[in-house]
């Protein structure tokens, strides 16, 4: 995979604060009642600025792909704001929503499940103009052929259907869905997690190659650091519904100041010769259920570095000192600074 170089960000064209996803759990046998609540999303705030990609990463069940259904209002939300390009649609009825769906466009997670299979590859990547009523010049057939063919894709292709092709090869038909409306976001949630290394490298890349010469902005949804590290400009890290660290790439994978961020990098295997070893953090435990989050920092149970303030008083996420503009943490014993280049010194006595 070629590595996606810093560019100038241009102006928020999302925005998320303060957002929460409450999911009610119902109990009882005959008369249904709430008993409690999913804390799937609890209170994040982040930023997409246009042409840029920023990578969620965190472990399954944290949150990420319900932050960005969130994002693309496919969910409504319980709390909190979501702003397009200045606009506010968090609470949006379909009418309002409706000018601005084909800006904001989502890449989903299963290529075998995520395109019908009665439908031909014409039908499925044509829909989102038929459905909008877009008549691009040429017509539909010649602009579907032709989205067939940026994404690397035989144009003779548009009569088949989806069983017909690889899982790389379905994954790229719904990068061209996703590109038939010539969106300014595009919400790719785990776009290559179901599919071969070899594969990834081609889908992540046909992404990078897309956001140059369109100009599209990511959010870039995933649990593999190492190909984050490859196609993201900024990375937010998530643990159980909260954004505890977000920073540039290389200030965040270089100078990690959250333990949850350096545990998940020590876990990144080293590639290169003249990488130099990192030493493995084990977290103990289990992540704790969202319906009962811990009190405080959500990452306590878990964190080698937990003392008393940890469990009452919940970490602001904030720029701390030694930090890079931009390079926010929500910690209260914070990781080391290190220079560039060297491993994050650990307090020895501190060590898990």
């Not at 017909?164 to 719904?174: L, Y």
């Amino acid at each position: 995979m070629t590595e996606t170089t810093g560019e100038p960000r241009g102006e928020a064209l999302l925005e998320l604060s303060g957002l929460k996803k409450h999911f009610p759990v119902m109990g009882g046998v005959v008369f249904k009642r709430q008993v409690g609540k999913v804390h799937a999303v609890d209170g994040i705030d982040l930023t997409v600025h246009g042409g840029e990609t920023l990578g969620l990463v965190g472990e399954s069940g944290c949150g990420k792909s319900t932050a960005g259904r969130l994002a693309a209002r496919l969910l409504e939300p319980t709390e909190g704001s979501i702003r397009y390009a200045g606009r506010e649609i968090g609470h949006a009825g379909r009418k309002e929503l409706k000018p601005i769906r084909s800006e904001i466009q989502m890449i989903f997670q299963d290529p075998y499940s995520s395109l019908n299979p009665r439908h031909t590859v014409g039908t499925i990547v044509g829909g989102p103009m038929e459905i909008n009523g877009i008549d691009p010049p040429g017509g539909r057939t010649k602009r579907v052929q032709e989205l067939l063919e940026i994404v690397g894709l035989n144009p003779e292709h548009y009569n088949r259907f989806p069983h017909e092709f690889s899982g790389g090869q379905r994954q790229r038909i719904g990068v061209a869905r996703a590109l038939a409306l010539n969106p300014r976001l595009i919400i790719a949630d785990e776009p290559v997690s179901a599919l071969d290394v070899s594969i990834q490298a081609q889908v992540v890349n046909l992404l990078q190659q897309l956001q140059r010469d369109m100009g599209i902005a990511f959010l870039f949804i995933a649990h593999d650091l190492a190909i984050v590290r490859h196609f993201s400009q900024r990375v937010a890290v998530m643990y159980l519904g909260k954004i505890v660290e977000i920073a540039d790439r290389a200030s965040l994978y270089e100078r990690p100041r959250h333990p949850y961020t350096h545990a998940l990098l020590s876990a990144v295997p080293e590639v290169l010769e003249d990488e130099v070893p990192r030493e493995r953090i084990r977290l103990a435990g289990d992540v704790p259920s969202p319906i009962n989050p811990p009190t405080g920092c959500h990452f306590r149970t878990r964190c080698w570095k937990a003392q008393e303030k940890c469990a009452v008083e919940e970490p602001p996420l904030v720029r701390l000192e030694g930090n890079a503009a931009g390079h926010l943490t929500a910690c209260h014993f914070p990781e080391q600074p290190t220079v560039h280049g060297e491993d994050v010194v650990l307090d020895p006595a501190l060590q898990p």
